[in-house]
């Protein structure tokens, strides 16, 4: 009777687990549906696929399908980027170009979509890579490419700006189903809308991004700038509150992009068309989501502050004087305790006669 | 006002009286709040640390932990202006008002009267810290006979009367940056964050290693210093630290010939006036608690 009953359970285990596996698998497969029409995956699925290139550099061909599927250009066709390739197998494949025209028709232009308009914008940053008589400019190199700040990440979408949880909104999704049918539509709709009303990344993530040029003691020499811009930041209650995963704090494409332009327009601090130009930037913090009842005074508070004698003379003494103090403080009083230790702990050593 | 007990006496030992129910609020606070503000705001401080991000998280989080910060920090404000009012209402309560009184008060006693203050550093601190010196570096088997207040205890309470404003303000600053910016520059901010940052660090350090292992860590109090809850410091501590004051206390007691010697083993070769007594000696009574001498609010009566 009792083997009976154990049986009975065992198999309703097993039947529920078994059942489980099925939907989360069924799951798994609609989830990594990517656009592979040219069956691409059917090698570069393998995780250890990979060659040594003609350079000698190790080059990992893997693509991993989950996370493709999840990515910005999951509906892009692998040849859609990868134009040299014809047939399979293919000869070794070309540095690929972000601005050619790839399947996909641009919705409200009907053309074949293309990121040239970012190239546009780029080249009239102050990250351009050539100057404004088209000469390229003195270590053109270290500007940075688009794979350089994009390392296409995972959809992050939310609900709403800065002030609101990531992820998809049940509640949302429950407006997109009374016109749209189909939930994988839905899905990539949502994705698409909601990743592009805020950024991907984290403000510690865009600071660690362009920290990885701006916080480079030799790129920092090199361009003759000022500070370690990200660990300057880094240093102040936004930076730290970054670092803590506030979504909330602003981060360095907050502050060096004019208000409604593109963050490929960033302009250089020198140019008066910029908002972190001098007469501009108290429009950064005096902002509604800010600061709002802030003066212009507030924005002269000095967010890259370099502590050296000469970049933040006044500062950098203000602070060697509560080094000093902690220093003269401290460090007599750590003697005397030392000593007192000492004292109590060998009371009968004996150096000079007593008085 | 309260009246306490110079001396108590429990379980044959004697206590002697240091600070008042009040006061041990206000410290109880104090330490509190210092203690807040330090987990709250070193996370801040050293956030690329390893620590930093759980301690932070015990807290809530960058979300809540300023808050609580925040918070402590206005607390412990309130309670340095309270002790401000405090201390003025008990000097003129008990020093100043009397004088009035019998229309003895001018300016010159006004003034010798603050500068002789129990809490005032004095000649005798400097002479303390010179045989402190000589003991320290084995010239002497002979500890600073210490008054009420040593030049230790003068340096603790007069420390936070530089860290409290320090901090206090350049919080303030940072808290209501639009408000501060109103009519300072907005370079305040920079200057107002170092002070904060590096003076909280220095506040931290003096009191979580010197002023913790005098009161709590040093072999003759380890584990614990319990004065803080008590209000009454043993009778081997007011020998080792205050003993110019215990010999005094005990005689204004009728307690001369309890005197113990002083602290260390100079005692046979040191000059004593008073007749002084082995520290296993049991003190003349059995009873269980019996008290000498008494002394209001703080001020020895």
Same mark, same amino acid.
């Given at each position: ?20 596996? $099925?939907?989360?698998? &069924? ?38 399908? *989950? ?46 979509? &293309?990121?040239?308009?970012? #190239?546009?914008?780029? *080249?009239? &940053? ?13 270590? #053109? ?47 990539? $709709?949502?994705?698409?809308?909601? @990743? ?35 660990? *300057? ?42 908002? @972190? ?34 970049? &933040? ?43 | ?15 002697? /009286? ?5 006061? !041990? ?5 104090? %330490? ?27 807290? +809530? ?97 007069? %420390?936070? /009367? ?12 940072? =808290? ?9 520059? +907005?370079?305040?901010?920079? /200057? ?10 220095? %506040? ?5 290693? =010197?002023? =913790? ?63 002084? !007594? ?19 609010? +703080?001020?020895?009566?």
């Amino acid at each position: 009777m009792k083997l009976k009953r154990f049986n009975k359970f065992f198999f309703s285990c097993c039947g529920f687990f078994l059942l489980n596996l $099925f939907f989360v698998t &069924s799951f798994m497969v609609t989830d990594s549906l990517a656009a592979d029409i040219g069956n691409c995956l059917l090698c570069h699925k393998y995780p250890g696929l990979s060659r040594i290139d003609e350079e000698g550099k190790f080059r990992l061909l893997y693509v991993n399908e *989950s996370i493709f599927a999840n990515s910005v250009h999951a509906k892009v066709k692998c040849e859609g980027c990868h134009t040299d390739i014809k047939k399979i197998p293919h000869d070794p494949a070309k540095k690929v170009n972000c601005l050619s025209e790839c399947h996909i028709i641009e919705p409200s232009s009907e053309q074949k979509f &293309s990121h040239k308009e970012v #190239a546009t914008f780029l *080249s009239k &940053s102050v990250h351009a890579k050539l100057d404004e008589k088209q000469n390229p400019k003195k270590y #053109a190199e270290d500007m940075p490419d688009c794979l350089d700040c994009h390392d296409n990440p995972l959809f992050r979408p939310l609900s709403f700006f800065k002030r609101v949880r990531p992820g998809i909104s049940e509640m949302a999704l429950g407006r997109c189903r009374v016109c749209h049918k189909k939930d994988e539509f839905i899905f990539r $709709f949502y994705n698409h809308v909601t @990743t592009r009303l805020h950024t991907t990344r984290s403000p510690k993530n865009i600071a660690e991004m362009c920290g990885r040029c701006h916080d480079d003691p030799k790129i920092v020499a090199r361009h003759n700038l000022t500070t370690r811009a990200v660990f *300057s930041y880094g240093e102040t209650f936004h930076g730290k509150a970054a670092n803590y995963l506030d979504e909330r704090i602003p981060d360095c494409l907050d502050c060096h992009i004019n208000r409604g332009k593109s963050v490929h327009q960033m302009l250089s601090h020198e140019d008066p068309l910029s908002i @972190t130009y001098d007469t501009n930037k108290s429009a950064i913090c005096t902002n509604i989501e800010c600061h709002p009842k802030a003066t212009p005074r507030l924005a002269n508070y000095k967010v890259h502050l370099e502590l050296t004698p000469e970049n &933040s003379p006044k500062e950098y003494y203000f602070q060697l004087f509560f080094i000093a103090l902690t220093g003269g403080t401290l460090l007599p009083l750590m003697g005397i305790m030392f000593l007192d230790l000492f004292r109590r702990l060998f009371p009968n050593i004996r150096i000079t006669r007593r008085k | 006002m309260e009246a306490y007990n110079i001396i108590k006496v429990k379980k044959g030992k004697k206590y002697f /009286f240091r600070s008042t129910a009040n006061q !041990r609020i206000q410290h109880i606070i104090l %330490a509190t709040c210092v203690i807040v503000l330090v987990l709250t705001g070193m996370p801040l401080k050293f956030h690329d640390a390893s620590w930093a991000h759980y301690l932070y998280a015990l807290f +809530g989080g960058i979300k809540v932990a300023p808050i609580v910060h925040k918070t402590a920090g206005c607390i412990l404000m309130i309670l340095f202006v309270y002790h401000l009012i405090y201390l003025a209402y008990n000097i003129y309560a008990g020093q100043i008002a009397p004088l009035r009184k019998k229309k003895e008060l001018s300016a010159g006693k006004l003034l010798k009267l603050l500068a002789t203050l129990p809490f005032i550093p004095n000649r005798k601190d400097l002479d303390d810290i010179i045989q402190l010196f000589k003991y320290l570096f084995f010239l002497t088997d002979r500890k600073p006979g210490g008054d009420e207040f040593t030049w230790k205890n003068k340096f603790d309470y007069w %420390a936070p /009367f530089w860290g409290i404003p320090v901090l206090g303000i350049s919080g303030l600053i940072m =808290w209501n940056k639009e408000f501060a910016t109103q009519f300072l520059p +907005g370079e305040i901010i920079n /200057f107002a964050l170092i002070a904060h940052s590096d003076e909280a660090l220095l %506040a931290a350090l003096f009191l979580f290693i =010197w002023h =913790w292992y005098n009161v709590h860590f040093k072999t003759s109090v380890f584990p614990m210093g319990t004065v803080f809850i008590t209000g009454y410091l043993s009778e081997k501590l007011m020998v080792e630290d205050h003993y110019e004051y215990y010999v005094k206390v005990m005689k204004k007691a009728g307690l001369e010939h309890e005197i113990l010697p002083p602290h260390g083993s100079f005692a046979q070769e040191s000059e004593q006036e008073t007749p002084i !007594r082995k520290e296993s000696d049991s003190t003349p009574t059995d009873e269980k608690f019996k008290t000498y001498g008494s002394t209001k609010g +703080g001020q020895p009566a």
